[in-house]
């Protein structure tokens, strides 16, 4: 055992802390149902995360935290331009957990009788939700043969007071429940809920079969994640969460599960007979705070769907060619397509790396782009303008028939069920070169020279009123060369 690390370490609550510092949150103290309101509310709130304190059985939830990019560089501490460089670096430096003897999350220790899942403020997200689903649920196993521990996120939709639906998408989860299932023996689970966002970004790493995802989350929190043992299976999980399930998956079960609230906006996607957690032990602290977490395209589910796609792909791209001038990486709402934005070096550069951008360790990319360094890709009508002024689209785009995509991308055709080892999808994939003419050929890329006012330092807030400030604050970006001044 060792001793825990002298820093505090971070947790739900310093985050909550964090947000509410950078005027990031809202307080909602009037009572709101989770099963009628909250996902409404949750729904609204782009800019902002809620913190509920008013709910069923004196529950407190936190949700929409992160709600977009903006809060998720603030809990990294750096600028939303830098954040995607800035986790892809994390991501190389992995730093193993640390097992403690106790923690908060063992405050409570409630066996079957003494909990019930129904009573959790667990919030329906759509109107053709299922049911009521705990989105937040980061699952912890082990490979039966070689002891590995993988965390996930997995949608876990309750079915009564100590049972849920499971989705296992054919991944890492999925294959340590088939080595169960193939012995014919449950795979036991443990379900932390409620923790520091770093954790669920680490989660949410597609990183090889094997690699431990704590480990992921202590480099990205730069400090070794303490866990402590499970009561009644043999996993381990992060001592300062606020909730914790344990339970198994049994073998050979299957139920139907879905549809749900999913992060490309639709709900058709993996609804099916799907298999079940049966929970037999919750441990807590006793002020536990819930943490709901609503799905959609531009939804706190798709913050942590697409932040650490894009750094992954931002590490692997480093290395296309031995090293391209790349600045940045960001996927598209629904996390189907993604943009570079690059330098070339040389001509056809930009089409190596959308290739490459496109055969990841993530399945779900289909359409990729590139763009220069003057193009602002967190602004989608540049984005829009460099598509329409920048590409040829006899040369620049290209199909590739007949890939392997994402199975739960609803516009290709579906080959099986889900739950079954033929769920699957045969699609396309798209690339679209949307760069300019490499800086060595700087008469070629001259003819893509943007205009710019005569003399850009001149700003107009310092002519106008301050009561046209609003007006001010919505003028276009101005860059110089890839310098962005505003
Ligand atoms: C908000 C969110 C919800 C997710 N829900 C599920 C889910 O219900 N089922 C699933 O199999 N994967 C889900 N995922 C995706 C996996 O967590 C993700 O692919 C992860 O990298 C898989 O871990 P693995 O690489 O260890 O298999 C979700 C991801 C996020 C960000
Ligand atoms: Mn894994």
């Known amino acids: ?16 802390a964090e947000l509410e510092a950078a005027s990031e949150l809202i307080r909602i103290d009037k009572p709101v149902d989770p099963l009628t309101q909250m996902g409404s509310l949750l729904y609204q709130s ?9 709910l069923p059985h004196g529950w407190r939830s936190l949700g929409q935290a992160p709600a977009n990019l903006r809060h998720a560089a603030v809990a990294f501490g750096v600028s939303e331009e830098d954040l995607v460089p800035h986790v892809a670096a994390k991501l190389g430096t992995c730093i193993p957990p640390v097992m403690v003897n106790s923690g908060p999350v063992k405050e409570l220790k409630l066996e079957r009788g003494a909990f019930d899942l129904t009573q959790l403020p667990v919030h329906v997200a759509g109107q053709r ?15 039966p043969e070689t002891g590995q521990r993988n965390l996930s996120f997995h949608r876990l939709q309750i079915k009564g007071p100590h049972k849920s639906g499971i989705l296992l998408y054919p991944r890492h989860t999925w294959r340590n429940y088939l080595k169960y299932q193939e012995r014919n023996e449950p795979m036991p689970v443990a379900i932390f809920i409620g923790h520091h966002p770093l954790y669920y970004v680490a989660a949410a790493t597609t990183a090889a079969y094997g690699v431990d995802e704590l480990e992921i989350a ?19 999980v992060p001592a300062a969460a606020e909730i914790v399930l344990e339970g198994v998956i049994p073998p050979h079960v299957r139920e139907d599960e879905g549809p749900f609230s999913e992060f490309q906006d639709y709900y058709v996607t993996g609804t099916g007979k799907n298999p079940v957690v049966e929970y037999q032990f919750m441990t807590r602290r006793k002020d536990a705070i819930f943490k709901n977490l609503q799905n959609g395209s531009e939804m706190e589910g798709c913050v942590f769907h697409k932040l650490p796609m894009s750094a992954t792909i931002f590490r692997r791209l480093k290395s296309v060619g031995g090293g391209p001038n790349l600045h940045n990486v960001a996927m598209l709402p629904g996390v189907f397509g993604l943009v570079i934005q690059m330098t070339p070096r040389f001509y056809g550069e930009a089409k190596n790396l959308l290739l490459a951008a496109l055969s990841s ?29 920048r590409v040829n689209p006899r040369e620049d785009v290209v199909v590739v028939p007949g890939t392997h995509n994402h199975a739960m991308d609803a516009s290709l055709p579906e080959l099986g069920a889900p739950g079954t080892g033929l769920w699957q999808r045969l699609g396309s994939k798209l690339i679209i ?7 060595v050929d700087a008469e070629a890329r001259a003819a893509f020279e943007r205009i710019r006012p005569r003399n850009p330092q001149i700003r107009l807030e310092d ?17 110089f060369g890839s310098k962005l001044l505003r």
Not at 2 to 16: E, T, V
Request: negative net charge; hydrophobic residues 45%.
């Open 1 to 16: 055992m060792a001793a825990p690390s002298r820093d505090k370490p971070k947790d739900m609550r310093s985050w909550i």
């Open 46 to 54: 782009r800019e902002k995360a809620l913190f509920f304190e008013k």
């Open 129 to 143: 939700d299922g049911g009521p689903v705990i989105g937040s649920g980061l699952v912890v196993t082990k490979d």
């Open 218 to 236: 202590g480099g990205l929190l730069g400090q070794a994640v303490p866990l402590v043992k499970c009561e009644t299976v043999d996993l381990e």
């Open 361 to 389: 360790e993530y399945q779900h990319p289909k359409v990729a782009i590139a763009v220069d360094a003057d193009v602002d890709i967190f602004n989608h009508s540049e984005l829009l303008w460099a598509l329409s002024t």
């Open 433 to 439: 070169d949307a760069t300019i003419p490499p800086p």
């Open 463 to 479: 002519f106008a009123a301050a009561a046209s400030l609003p007006l001010v604050q919505g003028l276009a970006p101005i860059f």
